[in-house]
T-cell receptor
Framework: DQQVKQNSPSLSVQEGRISILNCDYT??????FLWYKKYPAEGPTFLIS?????DKNEDGRFTVFLNKSAKHLSLHIVPSQPGDSAVYFC???????????FGAGTILRVKS | NAGVTQTPKFQVLKTGQSMTLQCAQD?????MSWYRQDPGMGLRLIHY???????DQGEVPNGYNVSRSTTEDFPLRLLSAAPSQTSVYFC????????????FGAGTRLSVL
């Protein structure tokens, strides 16, 4: 049972435009969400998070939106840069401790 | 600042062989985890630890053992490797107050023939 779903395996965007990466979840008990970014041959790195008490969190060019009624969140990158080309994972903690559930990831390609 | 260090980076095993993937962190983090990444499936939690001497199973623990005798080290043992364990393995650590913001190593790419 994949509790966190990223239905778009890949996304291609022109430099300077907006990138929108989507994530859906099925477990209504999730109350915190994270986005991780991964470059080839490296481990994932934390990018941005959002608590379920908010519907938006912004950090520079990165904004995450949460729609609890739709069980949907999205990551917006504005403006997109070639260095943003990476795999983006959506994740949520399950139960207590550090048990993260990850989506399958979306490959973002930003063309210059 | 080393962060999370995984060794080896690459490994090829034959079916039935055993090996240990090493993971060490120098950030004094309480929490450590092992994940495997497979195509189309994201990262799946194998085992995790909330402190020295305390470990527990994640989503896909079968075929793997762990122990945590020190805060710094969290080795993952494959007792009898199977082709289904061909994957990229990531170790991660986190502080207690921000346990979901995990710091990952660079990964170990394992092939089991």
């Amino acid at each position: 049972d994949q509790q966190v779903k990223q239905n778009s395996p890949s996304l291609s965007v022109q430099e300077g435009r907006i990138s929108i990466l989507n994530c859906d979840y099925t477990n209504s008990m999730f109350d915190y969400f994270l986005w991780y970014k991964k470059y080839p041959a490296e481990g994932p790195t934390f990018l941005i998070s959002i608590s379920s008490i908010k519907d938006k969190n912004e950090d520079g060019r990165f904004t995450v939106f949460l729609n609890k009624s739709a069980k949907h969140l999205s990551l917006h990158i504005v403006p997109s840069q070639p260095g943003d080309s990476a795999v983006y994972f959506c994740a949520a903690p399950r139960e207590y401790g550090n048990k993260l559930v990850f989506g399958a990831g979306t490959i973002l390609r930003v063309k210059s | 600042n080393a962060g999370v260090t995984q060794t080896p980076k690459f490994q090829v095993l034959k079916t039935g062989q055993s090996m240990t993937l090493q993971c060490a962190q120098d950030m004094n983090h309480e929490y450590m985890s092992w994940y495997r990444q497979d195509p189309g499936m994201g990262l799946r939690l194998i085992h995790y630890s909330v402190g020295a001497g305390i470990t527990d199973q994640g989503e896909v623990p079968n075929g793997y053992n762990v122990s945590r005798s020190t805060t710094e080290d969290f080795p993952l043992r494959l007792l009898s490797a199977a082709p289904s364990q061909t994957s990229v393995y990531f170790c991660a650590s986190a502080r207690g107050v921000a346990k979901n913001i995990q710091y990952f190593g660079a990964g170990t790419r394992l092939s089991v023939l």
